[in-house]
């Protein structure tokens, strides 16, 4: 029976009353979950020992929307309807919003957000490690603009350190944990301007693990750390000309390399580091495709085990770095499996440490255009054709929604990209094309874009950051993204309560 509000307002007539009013809804499952998420929350307690460990986690252009697509997508590969399924991130207890623009864009770039979490101060677009005072490609004012990274300020404090990537380690994100240049573009020698002494971002790489800053580093970029002449499975991408092989170098000082799935299986991650772990020429393959390469959770699990016997804790930056490369190519389907095996990574990450000792603090550097359509019911594949909702129940009618035009549209677009429906063969002025669930559906498929551009774009939206562990609830409200360095900087440093 239903009790009309009103009746309930009328028989609440003291405090006490308003404690346990006779809701008609008392016994609802959704008001039952509330009810018992407010006793969670009030059980927390906020941790305010040292971090000893700090892990920050990146899913590259992560950014709400591709967060929500990937959650839907893991609910029902799961066999859930979706929207239900919560990441291992989502379960963190503290969040806040992240206003991710740089100092002179609005949308955002990789290497000025990398400084930004990794340093403490916002810069301009495509710099690393160096303040807002050091112009794009400007090499002269890199010495002077220089920025100490939390790897670089936590290693001189006797904390270990790891940079694992599915991107190449010379990629923006990762680079933004050591390097200090003028442009993201110098991963190699091969990519710096003449006159410019700034060493290159590999060089960089293997100066920061030969100076004892970085014990760990693996990923992607080969090509960065091998010369034109070496020989080389990849020997049709080698990009220095130096001559140097950085790689060779590195055995030299007594860094441990692994190359692929077999020689990383076979570390012992209890022996020496330093480690250097390369598996592919350029950017790790994406998980779906993934072949004789560790996975990211993988590398986490081999890192925290390598870094977690030394007395003074560990930082370690762990990107799934591949999420925005799908995003720009329009293909949603491999943003989401490597989405999920992000999410493995934090879950992985997660289950190894305590939340006594270890801030894990899961982000993105910045959003992409991908945003969705309506009105689709429940359970419509999150990167396929939007049915429609059914009155009479929860899942969807499966009954294609259709635009205009009559033809069937997806739950997910991007704003701009590959996959515009404006077609040059049309002069820009196009019709949409027909597609079917089996086309939208299939692996390869590019998710349909207003704007034709070769490369989807980062869009200048909010992101979100998620955290556990000691100090993680100074995360709270809307923050500007280098705030990201100084809580983490606080948090390792914070003196233990008496
Ligand atoms: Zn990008």
């Not at 307002?9 to 405090?15: D, K, P, V």
């Not at 704003?415 to 669930?437: H, M």
């Not at 998710?447 to 562990?469: C, F, I």
Request: glycine fraction near 8%.
């Amino acid at each position: 029976m239903r009790v009309p509000l009103a009746a309930v307002l009328l028989t609440c007539s003291t405090a006490l009353a308003w404690a346990e009013p006779d809701f008609p809804q008392k016994n609802n499952r959704w008001f039952e979950a509330a009810e018992a998420e407010i006793q969670n929350k009030l059980a927390q307690q906020p941790i305010t020992k040292p971090a000893k460990n700090i892990i920050l986690m990146i899913a590259d252009g992560n950014g709400i929307a591709t967060n929500y697509a990937t959650r839907i997508f893991q609910g029902q590969q799961n066999g859930l309807l979706g929207e239900e399924n919560v990441l291992p991130q989502e379960a963190f207890p503290h969040s806040a919003l992240v206003k991710t623009y740089n100092v002179n864009a609005q949308t955002p770039d990789s290497a000025g957000t990398g400084t930004a979490f990794h340093s403490g101060v916002k810069t301009k677009s495509g710099v690393l490690g160096v303040d807002e005072t050091v112009n794009f490609a400007d090499c002269s004012a890199v010495e002077a603009g220089s920025v100490a990274t939390i790897a670089e300020v936590l290693a001189a404090q006797g904390k270990a350190v790891g940079i694992i990537t599915t991107a190449s380690l010379t990629d923006a994100t990762p680079a933004s944990a050591y390097a200090h240049v003028a442009s993201r573009r110098y991963e190699d020698d091969a990519s710096v301007p003449e006159g410019c002494d700034v060493p290159d971002i590999a060089v960089q790489l293997l100066d920061q693990i030969k100076n004892g800053t970085i014990d760990i580093a693996m990923g992607g970029g080969r090509r960065h750390m091998l010369p034109e002449t070496a020989t080389d499975k990849d020997s049709k991408d080698r990009n220095r000309r130096d001559g140097r092989n950085l790689i060779d170098e590195a055995k030299e000082f007594g860094a441990t390399y692994v190359w692929d799935e077999k020689s990383f299986s076979e570390l012992d991650p209890s022996a020496g580091k330093p480690v250097l772990g390369v598996f592919s020429s350029g950017h790790m393959d994406y998980d779906y495709d993934r072949k004789d390469q560790p996975s990211l959770a993988e590398m986490v699990k081999l890192t925290i085990e390598s870094l977690q016997d030394n007395e003074n804790g560990f930082y370690m930056l762990v990107e799934g770095g591949r999420v925005d490369h799908a995003n720009h190519a329009g293909n949603l389907f491999r943003a989401l499996t490597d989405g999920v095996a992000f999410a493995e990574a934090v879950a992985m990450a997660e289950q190894m440490t305590s939340d006594q000792d270890t801030l894990i603090i899961v982000t993105a550097d910045h959003a992409h255009t991908l945003s969705f359509n309506g009105y689709c019911g429940r359970g419509s594949p999150i990167n396929g054709l939007c049915m429609g909702i059914d009155n009479n129940g929860v899942k969807h009618t499966d009954e294609m929604l259709l635009g205009l035009d009559g033809k069937p549209f997806t739950v997910a677009g991007y704003l701009n990209g590959t996959g515009s429906i404006l077609t040059e063969e049309n002069n820009w002025f196009g019709t949409r094309p027909v597609v079917s669930q089996e086309e939208a559906l299939d692996p390869d498929y590019k998710q349909q874009s207003l704007l034709p551009l070769d490369k989807e774009t980062h869009a200048g939206t909010d992101v979100a950051v998620y955290a556990k562990g000691p100090w993680a609830h100074l995360f709270d409200g809307t923050i500007e993204q280098n705030y990201i360095f100084n809580v983490m900087n606080y948090a390792a440093n914070a003196k233990e309560e008496e």
